[in-house]
């Protein structure tokens, strides 16, 4: 697959702090990539850097295999986190304004505003000051403006803040559409069930290094544990699951006495699951059986305390 941006060995020092340690990174094209951390990671100097704000002490950036250049901010459309727009405007005229700066002609502007308007459904808010807006209606406004250009390479920053469910399901699914129409998106959150949802890739930095990168999927497998969750219901003179714990480690195990059933997570070595299958078959009906796959939010835990301890 190719790369739409490449980060190789960019360090950023501010002072004596060093926000940026030697980032190596491969962006996919076409894809939803999450760049994660803890606070004060590294991320937010990793994005300016993309968008041009500050620039690398060392290493360098490759928009599209070409070295980034300021024409190149053109073709990125960046959501920070800290929004801002100018209060006392009008909404559409802000929005022709900033539509204009990212060089659409007036009739390109027009054509895009009124088209996400519609598509966000704030087609009535045109004559209405942002300081009239709550902080979700505001929201949308920026990600209009954000995007209305059709830039190869959105940058999105906790896009979701500020919106009730409704919206943040509305603005996920206009995501999932500009990736569909060929937009390579990197997002950054701290929300890891967005990350569930949305992302094919992701990067975790901390303390201003990259210490963890892959295909999602790749990582979960990679981070099983060999654990596995069942639902089994014993017969009546075998419902005390402890009698059968012969050395199993049964965790989170809970009776429902509505289905006569237990529901328990055990770790099984390939050896063993066998055994315990042929032990709970035996015994009573095993329902449902299934390998637990670390969430998004498992894994970063994870790899950050194991970071830390080994610091």
């Given amino acids: 697959m190719s790369s739409i941006l490449s980060i190789e ?29 803890p606070n004060g990671a ?19 950036v490759l928009l599209n295999g070409e070295p980034l250049r300021p ?22 005229e802000q929005a022709m304004y900033l539509a204009r700066l990212k060089g659409l002609s007036k009739t390109e502007a ?38 209305l250009h059709k830039p190869r390479l959105l940058i999105f920053d906790e896009p979701f803040s500020g919106f009730d469910p409704i919206n943040a399901a509305l603005i996920k ?12 998106i990197i997002f950054s959150t701290h929300r ?9 890739h992701i990067a975790l930095i901390h303390k201003s290094q990259v210490i963890l990168e892959g295909k999602l999927s790749d990582i979960k497998n990679a981070y099983k544990q060999q654990r596995f969750r069942l639902r089994w219901a014993p017969r009546a003179a075998f419902r005390d699951l402890e009698a059968l714990r012969n050395g199993y ?10 289905s006569a059933s237990w529901d328990f997570t055990v770790q099984l070595q390939e050896t063993e699951k066998g055994n315990l299958l042929q032990v709970l078959s035996e015994k009573g009906s095993i ?17 950050v305390q194991k970071q830390e301890s080994n610091d």
């Fill in 249 to 258: 480690a049964f965790e989170n195990s809970h009776f429902d006495e509505d």
């Fill in 110 to 147: 027009r054509a895009q505003l009124k088209y996400w308007f519609e598509r966000l459904e704030i087609g009535d808010w045109w004559n209405k000051k942002v300081q009239e807006l709550s902080k979700g209606m505001a929201q949308k406004i920026q990600f209009i403006v954000t995007v």
């Fill in 9 to 37: 060995e960019v360090s950023k020092s501010f002072g004596p702090f060093k926000a940026l340690d030697k980032v190596s990174l491969e962006i996919p094209a076409h894809t939803i990539y999450g760049l994660l951390g």
């Fill in 71 to 92: 024409e190149h901010v053109a073709q990125i459309g960046y959501l920070p986190e800290e929004r801002g727009l100018y209060k006392s405007m009008k909404v559409g």
């Fill in 42 to 60: 590294g991320k937010t100097t990793l994005i300016r850097i993309i968008n041009q704000i500050t620039y690398p002490d060392s290493g360098r």
């Fill in 173 to 184: 699914d206009q995501i999932l559409e500009l990736k569909k129409q060929g937009a390579s």
């Fill in 287 to 303: 329902q449902s059986f299934q390998e637990v796959i670390p969430s998004a939010n498992d894994i970063f835990i994870r790899t």
């Fill in 192 to 200: 890891m069930e967005s990350v569930e949802e949305l992302c094919e």
